[in-house]
């Protein structure tokens, strides 16, 4: 079992930037192939980011390409996603999520197998 505690969320104007951490409860984070999703009121949950064991290969939503880092520190149990040039319509609580994947990346939250509780993040204009 892995717990995954998200922070960094916030309330900010178009164009700021933010940085979330996403801390997990194991020392075998390093196995695991980390992404973020968010999720908008009344809409589904959508894929933002990954990375690989050793974050040697990342994968963005083309919405956040070129905005969003995903990034990890394997000696601090902590995944992170900066935002920067945030918009409104990034608005949506995020959430980070663990799956078991041999050094491979994910766009499904089926193949997540452990979730935080999400941080919100609001942009207004």
């Known amino acids: 079992q892995v717990q995954l505690v998200e922070s960094g969320g916030g309330m900010v104007q178009a164009g700021d930037s933010l940085r979330l951490s996403c801390v997990a409860s194991?020392?075998?984070?390093?196995?695991?192939?980390m992404g973020w999703f968010r999720q908008a009121p009344g809409k589904e949950r959508e894929f933002v980011a990954a990375i690989t064991w050793g974050g040697a290969s990342t994968y963005y939503a083309d919405s956040v390409k070129g905005r969003f880092t995903i990034a990890r520190d394997n000696a601090k149990n902590t995944a992170y996603l900066q935002m920067n040039s945030l918009k409104p319509e990034d608005t949506a609580v995020y959430y980070c999520?663990?799956?078991?994947?041999?050094?491979?990346?994910?766009?499904?939250?089926?193949?997540?197998?452990?979730w935080g509780q999400g941080t919100q993040v609001t942009v207004s204009t």
């Open positions: 999520a663990a799956a078991r994947l041999q050094n491979t990346v994910s766009y499904s939250e089926y193949d997540y197998n452990y």
């Open positions: 194991r020392r075998t984070f390093g196995s695991y192939t």
